[in-house]
């Protein structure tokens, strides 16, 4: 069955400084979201993409985010001049159809851990 | 605005008793309402959801849930407990208009005791 791969698996970085978690989705899917799970809280919703622009993004998705497709198969999402607060596991979902019925397929996440 | 409960922290079930994981949420007009469960160190799959017609349905790994519109409820079930259902579960709700994203419950974390 396929599924969404996220790389690294596990991101060390020091505040200040910039990070990239990269995402590969479902090949046929058009529907792309980020969300974060800080340790031992909810999964909270950060932004959605489409037809290579944001549909729509939450309060938490500031100046310091920003996603990007730079290719037919990546999703990407920076966060520049990282906190401690960053520190969260990253989920990258991707849907087939963005009407409220389709499932997101989660990939298994991107643990960063700003020190 | 969208919102999800889940009352319960923790579960503890023996293996082979019937499991109940709660939910109830509150949206304006007709609930898109999902169940994901996350293993360790893994992302959430996807286990069954609930748009419309019959108020049972049924998921993956033998779950299913009910849709109950005067309690506002949608109940993860399943009849007989297996020590591998051990994990985090979420319940989610979804906007029915347009390409919303999905809001989650803070999870419910099942553990099924041999």
């Known amino acids: 069955e396929p599924e969404v791969t996220q790389t690294p698996s596990h991101q060390v970085t020091q505040m200040g400084q910039e990070v990239i978690l990269r995402c590969v989705p479902i090949s046929n899917h058009l529907y792309f979201y980020w969300y974060r799970q800080i340790l031992g809280q909810k999964v909270e919703f950060l932004v959605s993409f489409y037809n290579n622009e944001i549909s729509e993004k939450s309060e938490i998705f500031d100046d310091q985010f920003s996603v990007e497709r730079p290719d037919g198969s990546n999703f990407t999402l920076k966060i520049r001049s990282t906190k401690l607060e960053d520190s969260a596991m990253y989920f990258c979902a991707s849907s087939e159809e963005g009407q409220g019925g389709q499932p997101q397929h989660f990939g298994d996440g991107t643990r960063l851990s700003i020190l | 605005a969208q919102s999800v409960a889940q009352p319960e922290d923790q579960v503890n079930v023996a293996e082979g008793n019937p499991l109940t994981v709660k939910c109830t949420y509150s949206v304006s007009g007709n609930p898109y309402l999902f169940w994901y469960v996350q293993y360790p160190n893994r992302g959430l799959q996807f286990l069954l959801k609930?748009?419309?017609?019959?108020?049972l349905v049924k998921g993956s790994y033998g779950f299913e849930a009910e849709f109950n519109k005067s309690q506002t409820s949608f109940h993860l079930k399943k009849p007989s407990a297996l020590v591998s259902d051990s994990a985090l579960y979420f319940c989610?709700?979804?906007?029915?208009?347009?390409?919303?994203?999905?809001?989650f419950g803070k999870g419910t974390r099942l553990s099924v005791i041999a």
């Open positions: 989610a709700v979804r906007d029915p208009s347009g390409n919303t994203p999905l809001v």
């Open positions: 609930y748009i419309t017609g019959d108020n």
